[in-house]
């Protein structure tokens, strides 16, 4: 079953766990009313576009083809256009617009190529879609794992694809709650016998581009803590608690700021 398919059903997922917690009315928003976001960041479309791009790569990987960068960039700038050209909904930045970000994914996708190890890894799956269910919640997780290879020595290497502003922190990388779900999903899969690795594919978007490779583990108590965590955002999902966190830095920029405005006012009305 796709992705896609499984997202009809109800479901949670790492970053709707994420997004209960950060504010979760935007979680109601988005998962339970499910209102139409008011914009789109242009971050966000132009991540969608390299993470296609980069699928397309590795598809190409998988049957013994390496794709040339000048075919790299023609991928990248015929999804940018037909994710971004001429919509109204996107909110660019102050520094970017449709053009400068269509050139930017080219000068990212530049670094990335040639810097990119030739590893010789064996594929395992490209966006490799899953559906698990943990303990004390009855609907099941979703997602999908970019990339899962394997070694020589038979580790799992699962590799999640991100564009990036700045570079990570240990601490972005190891307490990343995604990556700890697909070690629970692979391990759903029949791999809980084998080591795995994580890891971030990182296109940086900073002056002098970068393309960085952050490696990370996850322990036993790594899962617990999700596990726990989302037990606990499904109880208050049960309950009906939304709280907005409406002092939030990410609230300027938000999906949902006339809604959640309208929310305050019925609040205040009655």
Avoid at 16 to 27: A, D, F, K
Avoid at 67 to 88: G, S
Avoid at 176 to 203: C, H, P, V, W
Avoid at 258 to 266: G, L, P, S, T, V
Wanted: net charge negative; charged share 30%; with cysteine.
């Amino acid at each position: 079953m796709t992705l896609s398919e499984l997202r009809k059903t109800e479901h949670l997922s790492a970053s709707s766990i994420g997004t209960y917690v950060e504010c979760s009315l935007m979680y109601k928003f988005s998962k339970i009313d499910k209102i139409p976001m008011e914009q789109k960041s242009d971050a966000m479309e132009f991540g969608s576009a390299i993470h296609i791009t980069l699928e397309q790569f590795y598809q190409e990987r998988l049957i013994g083809e390496k794709l040339l960068l000048k075919d790299v960039h023609e991928i990248f700038e015929k999804t940018w256009k037909i994710r971004a050209e001429d919509k109204i909904d996107i909110q660019y930045s102050k520094d970017y617009d449709f053009k400068s970000m269509l050139m930017l994914g080219k000068d990212l996708l530049t670094v990335w190529y040639n810097k990119l190890p030739d590893d010789n890894y064996t594929i395992l799956g490209i966006e490799e879609a899953f559906s698990f269910y943990i303990p004390g919640i009855p609907i099941p997780f979703i997602g999908a794992m970019d990339l899962i290879e394997e070694d020589e020595a038979g580790t799992i290497i699962i590799t999640d694809f991100k564009t990036s502003g700045k570079a990570y922190s240990i601490a972005d990388v190891d307490q990343n709650q995604q990556l700890t779900l697909y070690q629970l999903a692979m391990k759903s899969m029949g791999y809980s016998d084998r080591e795995i690795l994580l890891k971030f594919d990182t296109l940086i978007k900073t002056k002098t581009r970068r393309f960085e490779q952050y490696w990370t583990t996850r322990s036993e108590l790594d899962e617990h803590r999700l596990i726990r965590k989302a037990v606990q955002v499904w109880d208050g999902i049960q309950k009906g608690v939304f709280i907005p966190n409406d002092t939030s830095w990410k609230c300027k920029n938000c999906s949902y700021g006339k809604a959640c405005n309208e929310w305050f006012e019925r609040r205040l009305a009655s």
